[in-house]
């Protein structure tokens, strides 16, 4: 039996092993791992954070990063929720083999993706699938603080059985005013009714979940797709990047300003359409989108939503590039194929149209 934590508890070192003391199934291919050391001490942590455990694989020992997904301020305990990726040893083999009484080393914790010290912003959490893990520790942490916070939480996965930490979340939920929670999911689980949210996160679906997202800090954590797609929803709303924080796992020694090599239209950067089947060339800025610079030419293009849903305005792109931010109107065949959605693509560079 390992002791409970005392006020003169020591905190924890990674010079001290890892007792799994409890396995708690959560989803499909997903499990959380309950550690303890055998000395009792305590935990000190920041929300976000990781851990990086040593797991005696057959072939050899590995060390694997995972997020902690408990609070740090119940400091007794803490835990890894860990997902099966395809095609991955480490993970297969904690679903499989890792049992309560096992015991692991540790390093940590680490890492610069966390809340502040005081954590008293109005905060949007946006995650997908297992990165809904420091999205939990940090809202767990909010919640625990016995305080109101004002947390918009949006959580994607492809079914509704996917969800990790559903019952967790909306049991918080509503508990607290502050915590508006929101599911958005790809497909339906048999014979389950589902209201909530169908699709790919876009620009219309996050201004109907969350209409004050330029006033709040963003977190976001997921499959590095997802971010990209996340970080461009944001960038076309003009949203203050200085205030977007996605998680990456690594150890930084001195905190850096998190930078992103995605690609932004400026409006000081010049550019130019080709319409090749008018015969009209025009130039433009990079933040001017193909619609807006064919009707100030007097060429005549369909239309409709102008916010990348509809598709009306689906034209064939022959040469150049455009920076397009759409909403679900065009699919990946047709972008493939060289199509665009006028209404929400802007040129870089030379682009020329069929129209």
């Given at each position: 039996?390992?002791?409970?934590?005392?006020?003169?508890?020591?905190?924890?070192?990674?010079?001290?092993?890892?007792?799994?003391?409890?396995?708690i199934?959560?989803a499909?291919?997903?499990?959380?791992?309950?550690f303890?050391?055998?000395?009792?001490?305590?935990?000190?942590?920041?929300?976000?954070?990781?851990?990086?455990?040593?797991?005696?694989?057959?072939?050899?020992?590995?060390?694997?990063?995972?997020?902690?997904?408990?609070?740090?301020?119940t400091?007794?305990?803490?835990?890894?929720?860990?997902?099966?990726?395809?095609?991955?040893?480490?993970?297969?083999?904690?679903?499989?083999?890792?049992?309560?009484?096992?015991?692991?080393?540790?390093?940590?914790?680490?890492?610069?993706?966390?809340?502040?010290?005081?954590?008293?912003?109005?905060?949007?959490?946006?995650?997908?699938?297992s990165?809904?893990?420091?999205?939990?520790?940090?809202?767990?942490?909010?919640?625990?603080?016995?305080?109101?916070?004002?947390?918009?939480?949006?959580?994607?996965?492809?079914r509704?059985?996917?969800?990790?930490?559903?019952?967790?979340?909306?049991?918080?939920?509503?508990?607290?005013?502050?915590?508006?929670?929101?599911?958005?999911?790809?497909?339906?689980?048999?014979?389950?009714?589902?209201?909530?949210?169908?699709?790919?996160?876009?620009?219309?679906?996050?201004?109907?979940?969350?209409?004050?997202?330029?006033?709040?800090?963003?977190?976001?954590?997921?499959p590095?797709?997802?971010m990209?797609?996340?970080r461009?929803?944001?960038?076309?709303?003009?949203?203050?990047?200085?205030?977007?924080?996605?998680?990456?796992?690594?150890?930084?020694?001195?905190?850096?300003?998190?930078?992103?090599?995605?690609?932004?239209?400026?409006?000081?950067?010049?550019?130019?359409?080709?319409?090749?089947?008018?015969?009209?060339?025009?130039?433009?800025?990079?933040?001017?989108?193909?619609?807006?610079?064919?009707?100030?030419?007097?060429?005549?293009?369909?239309?409709?939503?102008?916010?990348?849903?509809?598709?009306?305005?689906?034209?064939?792109?022959?040469?150049?590039?455009?920076?397009?931010?759409?909403?679900?109107?065009?699919?990946?065949?047709?972008?493939?194929?060289?199509?665009?959605?006028?209404?929400?693509?802007?040129?870089?560079?030379?682009?020329?149209?069929?129209?």
């Open positions: 039996m390992i002791p409970m934590p005392r006020r003169d508890s020591p905190t924890w070192s990674e010079s001290e092993p890892l007792t799994c003391v409890m396995v199934p959560e499909p291919e997903v499990k959380t791992f309950s303890r050391p055998a000395s009792g001490a305590t935990f000190h942590f920041k929300a976000g954070q990781f851990l990086t455990l040593e797991l005696p694989l057959p072939e050899g020992p590995v060390w694997r990063t995972y997020t902690i997904s408990s609070s740090p301020i400091n007794a305990y803490v835990t890894v929720t860990v997902k099966a990726q395809p095609g991955s040893v480490a993970g297969r083999w904690m679903l499989d083999h890792l049992q309560p009484g096992m015991v692991l080393n540790a390093r940590g914790p680490g890492g610069e993706f966390h809340l502040p010290p005081e954590p008293d912003a109005k905060y949007l959490f946006i995650s997908a699938g990165g809904v893990t420091p999205m939990m520790s940090m809202t767990t942490t909010l919640f625990e603080r016995g305080e109101q916070p004002d947390i918009c939480f949006i959580q994607c996965a492809n509704p059985v996917d969800l990790i930490f559903r019952k967790k979340l909306e049991y918080m939920a509503s508990r607290l005013a502050g915590l508006a929670l929101h599911f958005v999911v790809m497909g339906n689980d048999p014979y389950e009714v589902w209201t909530g949210y169908r699709g790919t996160l876009n620009q219309l679906m996050l201004g109907i979940i969350c209409g004050d997202y330029l006033e709040r800090e963003v977190y976001c954590c997921g590095e797709g997802f990209a797609n996340v461009e929803i944001l960038n076309s709303l003009h949203f203050d990047m200085t205030r977007y924080h996605q998680e990456s796992f690594g150890a930084v020694p001195v905190p850096q300003p998190e930078s992103f090599d995605d690609r932004v239209p400026d409006e000081a950067v010049q550019a130019s359409v080709i319409f090749a089947l008018s015969g009209v060339t025009r130039v433009c800025t990079e933040t001017d989108t193909v619609l807006q610079v064919a009707k100030g030419a007097a060429i005549r293009m369909p239309s409709g939503c102008n916010f990348g849903l509809c598709g009306t305005c689906k034209v064939k792109k022959t040469a150049g590039e455009v920076h397009m931010v759409h909403n679900g109107g065009i699919s990946d065949d047709d972008i493939a194929a060289g199509y665009i959605l006028s209404c929400c693509s802007r040129p870089i560079g030379t682009v020329t149209i069929e129209a």
